[in-house]
Structures are given as C-alpha cells and as structure tokens.
C-alpha cells in the first residue's frame, strides 16, 4: 500500500502526558499537512510543510503543539500537556504540490486524553 | 459564523433514488470547491473537484457550483447502499488545494436497501 500511513492509529493518554504522531506521506509528495476532525465536524487545517519549511499554522495550533519534518519526508506532531479537549481524529494529507493537486488523506490517529 | 456551511443530516433515502447534497459558503476568495467521502473511522477521500462555476459529471457523481450565490452541491444518482457514508463539501482559495482546505461539517448518507 503506498498511501499516506499514520502511527498509532489509536491511543489513549492521561490528561498532562506528552503524546507524539507519526506521518509518512505518499513517496514523493513535497507537501504534507495535519487536520484535527472531531465527532461531527469536518476536519480543520493545523499546519502544512513544503518539503521540510512549515509554511502555515493556524492559530488553533496552541503552543503545546509542534509539528515538524525535519527531512521532507515523514512528519511528527507533538501534543505537550494534554487536554480533555485534544481528544479528536489527527489526519494527515499529502499533495504532489504542482497545480490542482489533491491532498490524500490517511486512516488518522485517534487520541482519547482521559 | 462559519466560512462553509453544511447540512449535518443524518439523510436516509431508499436505494436508486437521487440524492442532493449542499453546502454554502461565505468567503468568495474561495476558488477551488471537492466533495470528499468519508467512511465511518476512515479518512476523507476526493470524489471530485473543479474550480469554475457549472456542473461537472463522473460517473454517477455530478458536482455543481454557482459561484453568484456561493453555493455548491453534490448529486448522487442511482444511489447504492455502499454510498452510505459522511460527505464533505471542501473548498480552498486560489485554483488548487495547495494550501489549507476549509471543510464543511460533513452530512452523513444513509442508503436503505
């Protein structure tokens, strides 16, 4: 299979622990961005890198989160000090970046903060 | 106000019928408009996409934007059981989703056998 995978898919924490996601995009793909979804909304946009540069954040990306790529290939997002309120689905996408390119999802990782 | 606004349903129509999805939005920066599938604990897929008002055919898939009233929709003829699913309207500015893609909230199908 070679589309995006995320890691874990499931994981339960307590509130205030560290929890950390992986993302490894399509091969090739130079653009890689994270969205939150929870129960009944639509996903929202977090951040996005072109090739290892994190190019936008949005401003629902407190300062316990940090995203990062650090080689144009995989990516990890980072939750410090977890909230009930984090619990959600953490989708990553890709995107070849040339003109109308489409955004490939993975399967998410669901995060339960007790 | 939300930028995209759509119908959470739950919608529930008898399989064959013709089903019309919608969703409104208020940013007319908007220029790129999908409609992604959901399946229940999976992530979005593209179904379609296009960036200039009118219809656009695939399949048994019809997707229609009217950019005068910012507004775009989602036909689904012959509907089949395996369309049930959450449907996405997606819209992003400028002519590709290179960037962010601002989602509606999803209106979850249900096709009755």
């Known amino acids: 299979d070679t589309g995006v995978s995320q890691d874990p898919r499931h994981k339960i924490t307590k509130r205030g622990q560290n929890v950390t996601f992986r993302c490894d995009p399509i091969?090739?793909?130079?653009?890689l961005y994270w969205y939150r979804q929870t129960l009944g909304q639509g996903p929202e946009f977090l951040t996005y890198?072109?090739?290892?540069?994190?190019?936008?954040k949005s401003r629902l990306l407190s300062n316990r989160f940090s995203a990062e790529r650090p080689k144009g290939s995989f990516s990890t997002l980072e939750i410090q000090r977890t909230e009930q309120g984090d619990s959600a689905m953490y989708l990553c996408?890709?995107?070849?970046?040339?003109?109308?390119?489409?955004?490939?999802f993975g399967p998410g990782t669901r995060l339960l903060v007790l | 106000q939300k930028e995209v606004e759509q119908d959470p349903g739950p919608l529930s129509v008898p399989e064959g019928a013709i089903v019309s999805l919608n969703c409104t939005y208020s940013n007319s920066a908007f220029q790129y408009f999908m409609w992604y599938r959901q399946y229940s604990r999976k992530g979005p897929e593209l179904l379609m996409y296009?960036?200039?008002?009118g219809n656009k055919e695939d399949g048994r898939f019809t997707a229609q934007v009217d950019k005068s009233s910012k507004y775009i929709s989602l036909f689904i003829r012959d509907s089949q059981p395996s369309d049930s699913a959450t449907y996405l309207c997606a819209m992003s500015p400028g002519y590709s989703s290179a960037s962010k893609i601002i989602f509606g909230s999803g209106t979850r199908l249900s096709i009755r056998p």
């Open positions: 296009t960036y200039s008002s």
């Open positions: 091969s090739e793909h130079n653009r």
């Open positions: 890198f072109q090739n290892e540069a994190q190019l936008e």
């Open positions: 996408a890709s995107s070849y970046g040339q003109d109308k390119e489409t955004q490939y």
